[in-house]
């Protein structure tokens, strides 16, 4: 668990050490206290507090202050420079720096940035160069593999900062093709849903699809989001594919599709409702 001093929240939130205290001890600013009675605040007070006490048009510095670094970042952040944050997040993450990656998507959701452009505005260009890079052989596998790692590890890191709302819009199931190995795009699928208000059922890699009849009747979704990346084999998939559009359209449930392995896949059937190309989509539909 990341936590920061009354200092460091102080320079997130833009005031003074002071006025930290003040709020914390009135109880306008959630804290930890230590065994030896110091304030430790998670990102998810930061966050809790923003959201109930700033204006709509507020700007705060998103991330601690420490150097010239820190406030070059902070400045692209507030100012949604995205082409820079992502050549930035990139060497981060081919450098394995998990901490520096996640302060950059705590940073750009903490300045009141949606998930979904966060997600089509960095991650998914960073995936995409790491592994175009790796297919111009100019990283190794291991080298891909870190990388990706790193940017998985701390977009799940993120999740725990995510607000939800209270009323929720109903369950939604987040799963895989059978053989698909790439779980990263459903992952930021999961947070989207879950921001919307959905309580979302993560099935991730490897989804057997014989126990897909027992999961609607046992915890009742009415959506599902089916991620493709890559297809081993296109006539095993596609009937992989029929059997769960299938079992949906017979539970009136609806389906949303989405990854390059729908090129390959016909997907027009009864139950599905939309193909989703961006992260914004799946925000959207």
């Given at each position: 668990m990341i936590t920061y001093s009354t200092e460091e929240a102080a320079k997130i939130l833009g005031v003074n050490?002071?006025?930290?205290?003040?709020?914390?001890?009135?109880?306008?600013?959630?804290?930890?206290?230590?065994?030896?009675?110091?304030?430790?605040?998670?990102?998810?007070?930061?966050?809790?507090?923003?959201?109930?006490?700033?204006?709509a048009n507020a700007t705060i510095s998103t991330i601690p202050i420490e150097n010239e670094e820190d406030l070059q970042l902070s400045e692209w952040i507030l100012k949604k420079k995205y082409d820079v944050l992502y050549k930035f997040t990139l060497k981060q993450a081919l450098n394995n720096n998990?901490?520096?990656?996640?302060?950059?998507?705590?940073?750009?959701?903490?300045?009141?940035?949606?998930?979904?452009?966060i997600y089509d505005g960095i991650v998914t260009p960073v995936l995409h160069e790491i592994g175009d890079l790796w297919e111009a052989?100019?990283?190794?596998?291991?080298?891909?593999?870190?990388?990706?790692?790193t940017m998985k590890d701390s977009?799940?890191?993120?999740?725990?900062?995510?607000?939800?709302?209270?009323?929720?819009?109903?369950?939604?199931?987040?799963?895989?093709?059978?053989?698909?190995?790439?779980?990263?795009?459903?992952?930021?699928?999961?947070?989207i849903l879950e921001y919307r208000g959905y309580k979302v059922l993560y099935s991730g890699q490897i989804t057997p699809q014989i126990y897909l009849q027992n999961i609607i009747e046992d915890f009742g979704p009415k959506r599902i989001y089916i991620s493709g990346t890559y297809v081993k084999e296109i006539d095993q998939t596609q009937k992989e594919l029929d059997l769960i559009c299938?079992?949906?359209?017979?539970?009136?449930?609806?389906?949303?599709?989405?990854?390059?392995?729908?090129?390959?896949?016909?997907?027009?059937?009864?139950?599905?409702?939309?193909?989703?190309?961006?992260?914004?989509?799946v925000y959207e539909k």
């Open positions: 050490v002071s006025t930290i205290k003040r709020w914390s001890a009135s109880g306008k600013l959630n804290c930890i206290k230590t065994a030896g009675g110091h304030r430790k605040f998670e990102m998810q007070h930061l966050t809790e507090f923003v959201e109930k006490h700033r204006q998990r901490q520096r990656v996640l302060q950059i998507l705590k940073g750009l959701y903490l300045a009141k940035i949606g998930l979904h452009e052989k100019q990283i190794s596998i291991i080298e891909e593999h870190f990388a990706s790692q977009i799940i890191r993120l999740q725990s900062l995510i607000a939800r709302p209270e009323i929720r819009k109903g369950v939604a199931m987040c799963m895989n093709l059978q053989n698909e190995m790439h779980d990263i795009p459903l992952k930021l699928v999961d947070h299938d079992i949906a359209e017979k539970n009136s449930v609806d389906v949303f599709v989405g990854g390059q392995a729908f090129n390959l896949l016909n997907y027009e059937k009864p139950a599905v409702i939309d193909r989703l190309y961006t992260f914004q989509d």
